[in-house]
C-alpha cells in the first residue's frame, strides 16, 4: 500500500487544489478519495490491481498525455468561451453571484 499511496501523493503534488472550485474541484475530490483508501488497513488483491489501475489514470491525466496525443485544434468551446472564461464561470464565486442575482 505505501507505494500506491507514494503514487497517489506524486499525482496530488501535480494537482494542486483550485480555491475557487471549494467542493467541486478534483483534487480535493482525489484527496478525500486518498484519505478514504489509506485509511482501511490492508486490501485484497483486486482491490489493489483497482487501485493502481485508478492512479495510473490519474497520471496519465496530470501529465497531459491525452492532451499531447490528441491536440485541439480550436481554442475555442462549444460555448465559444476559452479555457480562461470558462474557469471564471465556473468558479465558486460566479456561481454565488448568480444564485444572489435577482431574478
Request: with cysteine; glycine share 4%.
Amino acid at each position: 500500500m505505501s507505494a500506491q499511496y507514494q503514487r497517489f501523493l506524486k499525482v496530488l503534488e501535480k494537482w494542486p487544489a483550485e480555491k475557487t472550485k471549494v467542493g467541486r474541484d478534483l483534487g480535493e475530490q482525489i484527496r478525500k478519495k486518498v484519505t478514504k483508501l489509506t485509511g482501511s488497513a490492508s486490501l485484497s488483491n483486486e482491490a489493489s490491481a483497482d487501485l493502481t489501475k485508478q492512479i495510473d489514470a490519474l497520471e496519465r491525466l496530470s501529465l497531459n498525455v491525452y492532451a499531447e496525443k490528441y491536440p485541439r485544434q480550436h481554442e475555442s468551446t462549444a460555448t465559444g468561451l476559452t479555457a480562461a472564461q470558462c474557469s471564471q464561470v465556473l468558479s465558486s464565486e460566479f456561481l454565488q453571484y448568480l444564485n444572489d442575482k435577482p431574478k
